[in-house]
């Protein structure tokens, strides 16, 4: 699955915790997200600590992302881990230092289970526009 590819289907699934998704539609994602918050921090970094601006105005930037990419991102990681055979819960496991973030890692990047599993059917690599309802 492509970036734009993917970008689209989670807009689409934003909101919807259900079914399952490929590694490639979660890895893009999370390389945009990544992204958004990389930038974020740079602009920060220029804006507040080298120049001394309020703080209120990166913030004005930072606030409409962060309400469009996190939804995004929270419903695919729940779609990726069910695709693995995991609860969507199970992202908090994260909330453990290290080792739960280690864990996490580990559920993200294993290969999903082949097949339909209780979460719904194998996702495609490629979307089909028919299952995004």
């Known amino acids: 699955m492509t970036l734009s590819q993917s970008l689209s289907v989670c807009f689409k699934k934003a909101f919807i915790t ?79 230092p290290v080792a739960g973030w280690i864990a996490l890692l580990v559920f993200l990047i294993k290969r999903g289970t082949p097949g339909p599993n209780e979460y719904g059917d194998e996702p495609s690599p490629e979307p089909t526009y028919n299952n995004l309802k």
């Open 18 to 96: 259900t079914g399952r998704a490929c590694r490639s539609e979660f890895w893009w994602t999370a390389l945009i997200y990544s992204l958004f918050f990389a930038g974020y921090a740079t602009f920060y970094f220029y804006a507040v600590v080298a120049k001394e601006y309020l703080m209120a105005f990166p913030m004005l930037l930072f606030v409409p992302g962060l309400l469009v990419l996190w939804p995004m991102m929270y419903a695919v990681t729940i779609r990726r881990l069910q695709d693995s055979g995991h609860s969507g819960w199970t992202q908090y496991i994260a909330l453990v």
